[in-house]
């Protein structure tokens, strides 16, 4: 009872705050430096910003793995800190590094290999020039997964005690580092989507070592790699990982396969849509960073009272985060609809793009206080009690039966074009969110374990 007490304790006030608000800031560096990106990739010409996009979807999909990786290791992690057993903990962390090495090296070398046959067979037949930009910026997002993979696994572990300063910082780094390359490379050498993907690479790179080596250097940390290079696997600590990690990872590769799926669309409609959906994308990220910074958050906590077995404090902390994702939702929604000619005006758009835009956001605007953070922030307290395989086929069924059929409904038997596609998104927002909210108010997520002993 002491555990539970502690645990309970530990979250009060400004605690909750000090593990969010950097999540929040982080989110924000994240995703502004994303959209300085966009404007910098957009100032090449539409052909570029259309490539670089097409890749980006592609790319979600293929690191996936890291981040589910990153999920189950955070759970992990999480529930023995809860647990009080510091020593399986940094067990777990060196386990994460290994798995997380492996993944990442294989995938790389598989996209390397297949890079151009890849885009075809996604997008088959387009342009020309946007092919080209799409194959430069695919190859060297391929050489820097393994840098990312790491960067998302250490960062984890930091998240994972409650210490998101460190990460936060450290994407101030990447951040800085990506602008600085891409300012550089863009437009001191004129290398245009090249440019963009070396300062990616450069900037992923940085952030995995120097993440890496503060891990090693720190005995004193729960979460303390040292050690890490004596190689001694842990069957039990690992599959405790892919148990939550592996339907975390089909999760996100049906959700991601959907999107590609549907991004397809895009493509049929031109590059003027391609490059008004990309946009839209990178301006909508900002509405749905708070709810993805306080899912980010719920990981640590639920996971931490789920290892203290501390039910009555999962539900509060629970609760309280659930509202603080819709309200940020809300005032980020508002905002953006306020600033949102502004923001439209700093991209080189035509008229017809910047129109496409207008309507795409006002559909993302209008919902995303509404059924985002049921649909994405609420799963993350039923993957760290560890519930993830509920999480994974709710969100496979929706995304097929609601986001991907209803998208083709819209755009084209119903004539709706590009704003049917994020019509038919939100809906599966609706869908998915509603049984998020039933499994947890069931209470089925209390006799789940994601930890295997062994």
């Known amino acids: 009872m002491e555990i539970n007490n502690t645990i309970a304790e530990q979250w009060k006030g400004r605690e909750l705050w000090r593990l969010l608000i950097p999540l ?11 959209l300085a ?12 910003v259309s490539g670089v996009s097409l890749v980006d979807s592609i790319n979600m999909l ?3 793995a890291f981040g589910a990786l990153a999920t189950g290791g955070s759970v992990v992690v999480s529930q023995y800190i809860g647990r009080r057993n510091t020593k399986k903990a940094r067990v777990a962390a060196r386990q994460l590094m290994y798995t997380t090495a492996v993944m990442s090296l294989a995938i790389m070398i598989f996209t390397v290999a297949l890079c151009v046959p890849i885009l075809r067979l996604v997008y088959g037949r387009i342009e020309a020039d946007v092919m080209e930009a799409a194959k430069t910026y695919f190859m060297l997002s391929a050489v820097s997964y393994p840098f990312l993979a790491i960067y998302n696994a250490t960062a984890s572990l930091y998240r994972s005690v409650g210490n998101s300063r460190i990460s936060m910082l450290i994407s101030l780094l990447v951040n800085i580092l990506n602008i600085t390359g891409n300012a550089i490379l863009i437009f001191g050498f004129h290398l245009g989507v090249l440019g963009a993907g070396l300062a990616t690479m450069a900037s992923r790179a940085a952030a995995a ?8 250097t720190d005995k004193y940390s729960p979460i303390s790699l040292a050690g890490l290079f004596s190689i001694r696997l842990n069957g039990g600590v690992i599959r405790s990982i892919l148990k939550v990690g592996v339907p975390s990872g089909v999760e996100s590769s049906m959700f991601q396969i959907g999107k590609v799926l549907v991004s397809r669309i895009f493509t049929t409609f031109g590059t003027t849509a391609i490059a008004a959906n990309a946009i839209s994308g990178s301006i909508n990220s900002f509405t749905i960073m708070p709810g993805t910074a306080v899912g980010i958050g719920m990981m640590t906590i639920v996971g931490q009272c789920v290892g203290a077995k501390d039910f009555d404090s999962t539900r509060r902390y629970t609760k309280r985060l659930m509202r603080i994702a819709h309200c940020m939702a809300l005032v980020m929604s508002v905002t953006i609809i306020l600033l949102m000619n ?31 953070p049921l649909s994405f922030t609420l799963p993350n307290a039923l993957r760290a009690a560890g519930d993830a395989r509920f999480v994974m086929i709710v969100a496979a069924i929706s995304m097929w039966a609601v986001r991907v059929s209803a998208a083709y409904l819209f755009a084209y038997p119903l004539g709706m074009g ?12 609706c869908a998915r969110g509603a049984f ?4 947890w108010r069931r209470g089925r997520w209390q006799n789940k374990n994601a930890l295997i002993e062994g």
């Not at 590009?418 to 927002?429: C, K, L, N, R």
């Open 24 to 34: 929040i800031v982080e989110q924000i560096l994240t995703v502004a430096i994303g």
């Open 37 to 48: 990106d966009t404007i910098m990739v957009a100032s090449v010409g539409e052909y570029a």
């Open 62 to 64: 293929l690191v996936i």
């Open 209 to 216: 070592f120097v993440l890496t080596a503060m891990l090693l």
């Open 342 to 372: 502004p923001l439209l005006n700093v991209f080189n758009l035509s008229d017809e793009a910047k129109k496409i835009a207008q309507a795409l956001l006002w559909t993302s605007c209008v919902m995303t206080p509404l059924s985002w």
């Open 418 to 429: 590009p704003s049917g596609v994020w019509i038919a998104m939100t809906a599966d927002w």
């Open 436 to 439: 998020y909210a039933w499994r």
